[in-house]
């Protein structure tokens, strides 16, 4: 079993979840590469041994029991244990998302993988990370998630276009992460809530203004608190985000 902290990053072969795994992985970590696509989690899991990383691939479809189940028989084999999660993988559903025109079914198919897939990753992972001396859980949301920027009435407040699939998939996102952090308070596993900001993936067909690099800041910052770190919180680059 290696001494090394593993960490294990859902949608891990491009944009933020790859840089997340290159800056882990500068740290010395085993990476677990977290991607469902066969081609390219080995393509990214090759870039990153090329850099150096100790990568390794799991395949892994969030919205899938068994995938997801076989993916921690995975790092339980290859690793023993797991020291952090961040569960990075969402999609978008799809623009326009006006409320009075949208399908339902985009709805339900943003929220299977956007909060379902992270509730089924997390649960299957928890007793990995419970063997962990310091496990972290980072859930990737995002600042168009709160209610208070939502509710604004200042231009800053109000970020990004009307969708009602996407925006309250991250607002739900954040409101179950503070149901786990409720249910596993007293114990020593971290849980926070990380924007990247506006950054420029194919999510959003690349008209973000930061780079995957910058995006992937706040979740390497999260995923090394030290023991007395913060939890249940929702942050930013710039600070504390409101709910």
């Known amino acids: 079993?290696?001494?090394?902290?593993?960490?294990?990053?859902?949608?891990?072969?491009k944009g933020i979840g790859y840089e997340i795994a290159v800056g882990l992985g500068a740290l010395g970590w085993r990476v677990g590469v977290g991607a469902r696509?066969?081609?390219?989690?080995?393509?990214?899991?090759?870039?990153?041994?090329?850099?150096?990383?100790?990568?390794?691939?799991?395949?892994?479809?969030?919205t899938d029991d068994a995938s997801?189940?076989?993916a921690a028989r995975l790092i339980e084999a290859r690793a023993g244990r797991l020291d952090v999660l961040v569960n990075n993988a969402a999609i978008t559903g799809g623009?326009?998302?006006?409320?009075?025109?949208?399908?339902?079914a985009t709805i339900r198919t943003v929220v299977?993988?956007?909060?379902?897939?992270?509730?089924?990753?997390?649960?299957?992972?928890?007793?990995?990370?419970?063997?962990?001396?310091?496990?972290?859980?980072?859930?990737?949301?995002?600042?168009?998630?709160?209610?208070?920027?939502?509710?604004?009435?200042?231009?800053?407040?109000?970020?990004?276009?009307?969708a009602v699939a996407y925006a309250p998939s991250?607002?739900?996102?954040?409101?179950?992460?503070?149901?786990?952090?409720r249910e596993l308070s007293g114990t020593n596993i971290l849980i926070n809530v990380g924007c990247?900001?506006?950054?420029?993936?194919?999510?959003?067909?690349?008209?973000?203004?930061?780079?995957p690099a910058q995006g992937a800041e706040i979740a390497i910052k999260l995923a090394t608190l030290p023991d007395d770190g913060p939890t249940g919180k929702f942050f930013e680059d710039a600070g504390v985000v409101p709910w």
């Open 196 to 211: 990247p900001g506006y950054v420029a993936t194919d999510l959003n067909g690349f008209r973000g203004v930061r780079t």
């Open 68 to 70: 997801v189940s076989a």
């Open 37 to 62: 696509d066969d081609e390219r989690r080995a393509a990214a899991v090759e870039k990153l041994r090329a850099r150096g990383v100790e990568a390794f691939g799991v395949p892994l479809d969030v």
């Open 95 to 104: 623009m326009p998302q006006e409320p009075t025109r949208v399908d339902p």
């Open 112 to 162: 299977e993988t956007n909060v379902i897939g992270v509730i089924r990753v997390t649960n299957a992972m928890l007793p990995l990370l419970r063997r962990s001396a310091s496990p972290r859980i980072v859930n990737m949301s995002s600042s168009v998630g709160s209610l208070t920027r939502q509710s604004g009435t200042a231009a800053e407040l109000t970020p990004g276009p009307v």
């Open 1 to 13: 079993m290696s001494e090394r902290t593993i960490a294990l990053i859902t949608g891990a072969n």
């Open 170 to 181: 991250k607002t739900f996102l954040n409101a179950v992460t503070l149901q786990y952090v």
